[in-house]
């Protein structure tokens, strides 16, 4: 009876995989009905398929919540995969919770990840994602402490997906060869995303495959996982492939598996109370310098004491912030974040030190020029650091403006902004003469670095001359 019953899901396979044209809804009645009554036949020769269509379907009671770390959060399913990363190879488990849309992936522990997530271990590291968006990673450390770390999502972020498959093979309908994947070997046909070239290929097991798919929904892992069609179908991804990647579902189990996680304590707290302690620091030696700078009547020295309050001041608000619950990746956490990380406050800082540096050397001047015992080496040396950091300042200045260009460019969108300045600060600081060294003949030192710099490019020079 079992043989039997096999080869009705299999002729049931050959009437709707070969089909061509659109998959119509009524169509899809159909099948479901064909398939429902199999199914209620044999439970057994088609328990995946439960996952796919009718009652059972994963995505049939499927509503994405948030994770309620306080509570124990539990999977149903458990897929055991393979992957070969650049020559890499690992095997392991993730699991799902098909209802609240939970993923758990272990971040370290291969194949001991297929024993659960009951045995908390040092080494023990493990993140469960939601599809809103947010994240808890669950870490023990080699002395046995227990921390979590929590990423929310920026806003109230819409799941779900929309993209179209389409068979990586146009001709694979007409063919009676599917790839078999899963110690069940079950028949697959390869996709990608449509109008992208360079797209991986996954592997899908469904109850029809058609030339174009379109997707709306997915919960899974590295792309393989469950995903949905613009009708309700449900399909597994049980492969994916791409040149240096290959990732395959081996098995895939129903699972009754429970993580309690109240016992973890929180990362991010222990880190605003380490950094509340730092501002404390930065502040009284802020306050030691406002009283004892011995160059106070220098105009920039004050202005780096009162600039450096500034940039304390939104470390601050971002600390309190974060503090009282607030999220890192929400608007407003992004907002201070941002002005707590600014790189254009570093060009700032870096300025008044200059002008700092210029007053220093033109007291030197002063009393050089005030005193015969002095010689003009001295003064050369003076003026030329004068002239260098004039030099300096200059560029932070043409360097603020681009920075502050970026911002204007940006509007609201911090991430991005927070992005490409830190990109073109670091790549235009570096020609920036900070240091402004002279040995005592007044000649300007360079670095090992500038020296080699130099070098190569005066041979390449010499070559272009050859040539």
């Known amino acids: 009876m079992k043989t039997l019953f096999s080869f009705l899901i299999t002729l049931f396979f050959l009437q709707i995989t070969f089909a061509q044209g659109p998959y119509t809804e009524a169509q899809r009645r159909k099948d479901q009905a064909k398939l429902d009554s199999i199914c209620r036949r044999s439970p057994t020769t088609c328990s995946f398929y ?234 009284k030696d802020l306050e030691y310098q406002g009283n004892n700078d011995p160059k106070k009547n220098c105009e920039a020295a004050e202005a780096l004491v009162q600039h450096k309050r500034q940039m304390l001041d939104k470390e601050k608000n971002l600390n309190n912030f974060l503090k009282a619950g607030g999220s890192a990746q929400s608007r407003e956490g992004l907002r201070l974040g941002a002005m707590a990380m600014d790189v254009i406050d570093k060009v700032v800082t870096d300025r008044l030190e200059l002008e700092k540096r210029i007053c220093s050397q033109e007291y030197s001047l002063y009393i050089y020029n005030n005193n015969s015992g002095y010689g003009e080496k001295l003064k050369t040396i003076a003026n030329n650091k004068i002239q260098c950091y004039n030099i300096a300042i200059n560029q932070l200045n043409e360097l603020k403006t681009q920075l502050e260009q970026i911002n204007a460019r940006n509007g609201t969108n911090y991430a991005k902004a927070i992005s490409e300045k830190n ?35 005066d041979q390449i020079q010499e070559i272009m001359k050859r040539r």
């Open 50 to 283: 439960g996952d796919l269509i009718g009652a059972n379907s994963v995505f049939k009671n499927h509503v994405p919540r948030r994770i309620e770390r306080n509570r124990k959060i539990c999977f149903d399913k458990k897929f055991q995969y393979y992957s070969n990363s650049y020559g890499k190879v690992m095997r392991g488990c993730f699991y799902i919770n098909t209802k609240d849309g939970y993923v758990a992936q272990f971040m370290s522990r291969g194949e001991e990840s297929c024993d659960g997530m009951a045995n908390t271990q040092p080494g023990f590291d493990m993140m469960i994602i939601s599809k809103i968006g947010e994240s808890f990673t669950f870490r023990v450390s080699k002395e046995g402490k227990k921390t979590f770390f929590a990423q929310l999502p920026p806003e109230a972020i819409p799941y779900g997906m929309l993209t179209n498959f389409v068979l990586n093979n146009p001709n694979a309908l007409a063919s009676p060869y599917r790839e078999p994947f899963t110690s069940q070997n079950l028949p697959t046909l390869p996709y990608r995303i449509e109008g992208s070239t360079e797209s991986s290929k996954k592997y899908l097991f469904s109850a029809y495959h058609a030339q174009r798919i379109s997707i709306k929904d997915y919960i899974g892992a590295f792309g393989t996982g469950y995903y949905k069609d613009s009708m309700g179908n449900t399909m597994i991804a049980l492969a994916v492939e791409s040149d240096k990647h290959f990732v395959k579902i081996e098995k895939i189990e129903d699972v009754n598996e429970c993580f309690d996680g109240r016992d973890f304590g929180d990362e991010m707290q222990e880190a605003i109370a380490t950094n509340e302690e730092i501002i404390r620091e930065k502040e």
């Open 423 to 457: 990109l073109h600060y670091f790549k235009k600081i570096k020609d920036i003469d900070l240091n402004c060294n002279f040995d005592k003949d007044g000649k300007k030192k360079t670095t090992t670095m500038d020296a080699g710099a130099q070098k190569l490019r």
